[in-house]
């Protein structure tokens, strides 16, 4: 991937204006929607100080979608950076290598068949993420692991695991309520509850996968490099890929199928903070995908009221354009080095 240095000084004000950029977004994701709150009453209803109809509303629908749309935005931008460095694909994300894919059929047979067992959804998404990314990295060592093997792989897998999606809820078909939205991706009558688990699961995988930033820059310099020094390149590549598994899987459980967050947020990040450092990145990836998936969740409210559309559809809008241009940008390098 190619090198981008940043100034030092652009560097230092990067974090916080993406951390107020998100806790912005998530007051307008408060104060906006079919029915418009004044930002005192939203402050009240917090504060448990409300009453009435704004009180419900805040506490009880858009806490909640808030909550996830920050949530989502950031592990699946997290998965994503750690996904690119660790294939060395900038074309790589959850969604494009069948993670996403993955997660969702686990969680489609978790509630299939066992309906009353919420807390182990995450669980299962995990499984199946972790499987799907496996699967492609797999397909892709045997075949040469070219940066366009992996993409076409993880589509295949994807089609794959849709497919089993779509056979599952032909059998269960009250498995996934809102399966609309769960294909493309969406965050409305979310609940507290829903989203608390996959929390416990993304905040350890975080912090876990912020740890090993240092040996990911190491791995970033090569196998060799990395063997040079004592560091075990393929155990910690799995383990990487097991925290990115993890990340985007809770995401899944509760959002859905959304896509192109981990592809937009980390390729945003890097322009703006540089890659010299996988802390920093990961940092700056994360808050910029919770801003990414709030704002866009506050347009597929605001625009077409008081019809919503969900949140993946706006991604998929944003993100669908912003793949092709990847593409044409690859294939534009590859010329250039062949001449």
Same mark, same amino acid.
């Given at each position: 991937?190619?090198?981008?240095?940043?100034?030092?000084?652009?560097?230092?004000?990067?974090?916080?204006? &993406?951390?107020?950029?998100?806790?912005?977004?998530?007051? !307008?994701?408060?104060?906006? %929607?079919?029915?418009?709150?004044?930002?005192?009453?939203?402050? /009240?209803?917090?504060?448990?100080?409300?009453?009435? #109809? /704004? $009180?419900? +509303?805040?506490?009880?629908?858009?806490?909640?979608? *808030?909550?996830?749309?920050?949530?989502?935005?950031?592990?699946?931008?997290?998965?994503?950076?750690?996904?690119? %460095?660790?294939?060395?694909?900038?074309?790589?994300?959850?969604?494009?290598?069948?993670?996403?894919?993955?997660? %969702?059929?686990? #969680?489609?047979?978790?509630?299939?068949?066992?309906?009353?067992?919420?807390?182990?959804?995450?669980?299962?998404?995990?499984?199946?993420?972790?499987?799907?990314?496996?699967?492609?990295?797999? +397909?892709?060592?045997? #075949?040469?692991?070219?940066?366009?093997?992996?993409?076409?792989?993880?589509?295949?897998?994807?089609?794959?695991?849709? /497919?089993? +999606?779509? /056979?599952?809820?032909?059998?269960?078909?009250? $498995?996934?309520?809102?399966?609309?939205?769960?294909?493309?991706?969406?965050?409305?009558?979310?609940?507290?509850?829903?989203?608390?688990?996959?929390?416990?699961?993304?905040?350890?995988?975080?912090?876990?996968?912020?740890?090993?930033?240092? @040996?990911?820059?190491?791995?970033?310099?090569?196998? @060799? *490099?990395?063997?040079?020094?004592?560091?075990?390149?393929?155990?910690?590549?799995?383990?990487? !890929?097991?925290?990115?598994?993890?990340?985007?899987?809770?995401?899944?459980?509760?959002?859905?199928?959304?896509?192109?967050?981990?592809?937009?947020?980390?390729?945003?990040?890097?322009? !703006?903070?540089? @890659?010299?450092?996988?802390?920093?990145?990961? !940092? *700056?990836?994360?808050?910029?995908? $919770?801003?990414?998936?709030?704002?866009?969740? +506050?347009?597929?409210? #605001?625009?077409?009221?008081?019809? @919503?559309?969900?949140?993946?559809?706006?991604?998929?809008?944003?993100?669908?354009?912003?793949?092709?241009?990847? &593409?044409?940008?690859?294939?534009?390098?590859?010329?250039?080095?062949?001449?």
């Amino acid at each position: 991937m190619k090198d981008l240095r940043i100034s030092s000084t652009r560097i230092k004000y990067v974090l916080p204006a &993406l951390a107020a950029l998100a806790v912005l977004s998530a007051l !307008l994701s408060l104060c906006l %929607g079919a029915a418009a709150l004044p930002p005192g009453e939203v402050l /009240a209803a917090l504060l448990g100080r409300g009453g009435g #109809t /704004a $009180a419900q +509303i805040v506490l009880y629908a858009r806490l909640p979608r *808030t909550c996830g749309c920050l949530l989502a935005g950031a592990a699946l931008a997290a998965a994503g950076t750690v996904i690119q %460095g660790v294939l060395e694909n900038p074309l790589a994300a959850p969604n494009v290598i069948g993670v996403n894919a993955g997660a %969702g059929l686990c #969680t489609a047979v978790c509630a299939a068949l066992w309906p009353a067992r919420a807390a182990a959804v995450p669980l299962a998404a995990f499984l199946g993420a972790l499987g799907g990314v496996l699967l492609v990295l797999g +397909i892709g060592y045997r #075949t040469g692991a070219s940066r366009m093997t992996l993409v076409l792989a993880g589509v295949a897998v994807s089609g794959m695991f849709g /497919a089993g +999606i779509d /056979a599952v809820l032909s059998f269960f078909p009250d $498995a996934l309520n809102g399966y609309a939205d769960f294909r493309v991706g969406g965050v409305a009558n979310l609940s507290m509850s829903r989203v608390a688990p996959a929390f416990w699961v993304i905040l350890p995988a975080f912090l876990l996968a912020l740890s090993l930033a240092g @040996e990911m820059d190491v791995l970033l310099l090569g196998d @060799e *490099t990395a063997r040079s020094l004592g560091l075990p390149a393929r155990r910690l590549r799995l383990v990487l !890929l097991a925290l990115a598994a993890a990340l985007a899987g809770a995401a899944v459980s509760f959002a859905g199928l959304l896509g192109f967050v981990g592809l937009i947020a980390p390729h945003m990040a890097r322009r !703006l903070a540089g @890659e010299d450092s996988s802390a920093r990145l990961l !940092l *700056t990836s994360a808050l910029g995908g $919770a801003a990414l998936v709030t704002l866009c969740d +506050i347009l597929a409210r #605001t625009l077409f009221a008081p019809y @919503e559309l969900p949140v993946g559809v706006v991604l998929s809008l944003l993100g669908g354009p912003f793949f092709l241009w990847l &593409l044409l940008r690859q294939r534009r390098g590859r010329r250039r080095k062949r001449a």
